[in-house]
Structure formats: structure tokens, C-alpha cells
């Protein structure tokens, strides 16, 4: 196709040749978030899993797909894979040392995702979380749930008003009663009305 324009357009072809190959990556990459969007979508819809967890997930895959776009539109732009690899690897290895500092936040943060998961309790249920079987634990009724704690606001004379917030993780380490109607609850769990 060349040898049919003049010279001084082969410059412009070489650029416009670049500039529609950053097009159609920035094109296949929306599609791609588009296609599984819809995946994530049908999947949560199949398995009712709770819409924070389908919102992680539709971050996760719009980053990862955003990211490697971006790696395809500096390879066409002829900037070294070497070089930019490289400097991820560094600021990963930085953001590793970072999160083993803040290990007791992770664990939280995973022992949510597996709350939202395994369902040990939902939204409004009433629980007591207990030291031993023998002895009255925290209890109330769930109100939220977030990365970091599950808040419980407590029922009952003398606790009208006050909430709870106990880390995710304490629900991995002790034995948690789980009452749908506090009215069917021994010992006497109140209701809110």
C-alpha cells in the first residue's frame, strides 16, 4: 500500500497504523470487562452471593484487564516490557513487606470474605459469640458487616443504645450462637420490636 502514496505520508501511515492498534486494544479490553461483567453478574445471580463480594470481584477484573491493556498499548508504543516489569515487581515486593505489617488487618479482611461465604450468620440474625460453652458471651443483633468488623448491636436491659464491633477474625476463634428469631432464643435475647 505503500508504494501507492506519496512519500511524505509514510510517516503519517506508520503513526496511524499505531494509533489504530491502541484503538482496537482499548476496544477488546472493553469488551472484555463488558463479557465478564455479565459473567460476574449471572454467577452472583446463580449462587446469590452478597453484592460486596460481586463488587470486588468486578474491581479485581477491571484492573487486571485495564493493566494488561495498558502492557499491550506500551508495547505498541515501543516502551520495553523489561523495564516496566521490572518496577511492578519493585513496587509489589514493597507492597508485600507492607501487608505483612499489617497482618492482623488481612486476616480480617480475609475472615470477611469467608463470613460473606460460609454464612456463619447474616445481616440481622442474633448471635452470641462465646469464650467456652459454660459462660454467657457478647451477643446482639448483626447490623453490619465490612472489611474489618461485624457490628452487633446489643439487646437486652441496661444495653439499650450500644453496639459492638468485634474483628471479623474473632468469628474463626470462638463458637457463635446463631438465633433467625430472637423469641426462640434461650437466656432471653430481646428484640428491638
Known sequence: MEKYLPPWAHAWLEQAE???????????????KLVLRRLIRRFAAHYTLPPEMVMGARRITTFV????????????????????????TGFAAVGAVAFFAAW??????????????TRPFRLHDYIEVLENGEKPGLKG????????????????????GTVLQLPNNLFFQRTVRRWRDPSTAPGGIQGDG
Open 65 to 88: 484487564i485495564y493493566f494488561g491493556a495498558l502492557l499491550v498499548i506500551l508495547r505498541i508504543l515501543g516502551t520495553s516490557g523489561t523495564v516496566l516489569w521490572t518496577a511492578f
Open 18 to 32: 499505531m494509533v489504530l492498534l491502541v484503538l482496537a486494544t482499548l476496544l477488546a479490553a472493553w469488551l472484555l
Open 141 to 160: 443483633r448483626v447490623i453490619d458487616v465490612n472489611l474489618i468488623y461485624t457490628t452487633l448491636q446489643e439487646t437486652g436491659e441496661g444495653h439499650e
Open 104 to 117: 492482623s488487618v488481612l486476616s480480617n479482611i480475609f475472615c470477611t470474605l469467608l463470613i460473606f461465604t
